[in-house]
């Protein structure tokens, strides 16, 4: 195997990140209404309009989540992390609000940031993870 010098990467960010999900409207509803996600793009494009880009994201995030048909497989099975200072009181804002998939508890390893999963209706992964300390 040959290492050859590559300059360095111009990618500075995760943009996007992306779930198959078996119904559009219904994932915003869920993203939107249960978790508090906003919209951040909804366009139509395709020779007639018949396809839709619609992406989320909680408020103030660079980074975003597009909802999209799945590409010749089923929905579901993708996963993102998302951070929060305080993986308590989100665990028991998103337990109040109810009809969310989610971990009955927080989960504390050693050497990992407390966590929970939660999952979207179409069995896509959410990690809600403790955000590091500032430095």
Do not use: C
Request: hydrophobic share 40%; aromatic share 6%; charged share 20%.
């Amino acid at each position: 195997m040959t290492h050859t010098t590559h300059s360095p990467t111009t990618v500075s960010n995760i943009g996007v990140a992306m779930f198959a999900v078996a119904d559009q409207d219904a994932a915003l509803a869920f993203y939107t209404e249960k978790l508090g996600f906003e919209v951040r793009s909804d366009t139509r494009f395709g020779e007639h309009d018949e396809m839709r880009w619609l992406e989320v994201a909680p408020p103030g995030s660079r980074a975003r989540l597009a909802l999209n048909p799945p590409m010749g497989g089923e929905p579901g099975g993708g996963s993102i992390g998302v951070e929060t200072p305080d993986v308590l009181s989100e665990h028991a804002r998103l337990s109040a609000i109810g009809g969310i998939d989610l971990d009955p508890e927080p989960m504390r390893t050693p050497g990992a940031p407390l966590m929970f999963m939660l999952r979207d209706p179409d069995g896509n992964h959410i990690a809600v993870v403790e955000e590091p300390p500032a430095s």
